[in-house]
């Protein structure tokens, strides 16, 4: 049983309780979620220079974090009447050809963390 295992480890390794961001215990969080992604998940286009997606509502918008492939994005984050977030993004410099891995992270308001990827294609000709 659990507990039995837990008499041979640390107290700390079986009785831990997650923590939110504010440090209370976190029972229970519902992930933010980022999506309607422009241009689209598998996209091909001549060429990648901005990109834009909608983060939920329980967003906390200063968790939002972006990278193309693996380098930082500087992004704007506007507030929607319907309280979600539209984020945009532009590239520093275009990619023109090959896989553009486009990695969104974030945090809800109550400490839950979600990482959303997507591809996009250049097919500059």
């Keep these: 049983s659990v507990f039995a295992l837990c008499m041979f480890l640390p107290a700390a390794t079986c009785w831990a309780l997650p923590t939110g961001h504010h440090g209370a215990g976190l029972t229970d969080c519902t992930d933010p979620r980022f999506f309607e992604e422009t241009p689209a998940s598998d996209a091909h286009v001549n060429r990648l220079e901005r990109f834009s997606f909608t983060a939920s509502d329980n967003t906390e918008p200063s968790s939002i974090k972006v990278q ?58």
């Design 68 to 125: 193309v492939n693996l380098k930082p994005v500087e992004i704007t984050i506007t507030p929607k009447r319907s309280g979600r977030f539209q984020v945009d993004a532009r590239l520093p410099e275009p990619v023109v050809a090959g896989r553009a891995w486009i990695r969104v992270m974030g945090m809800s308001v109550d400490g839950c963390h979600q990482l959303h990827t997507w591809n996009v294609y250049a097919d500059s000709q």
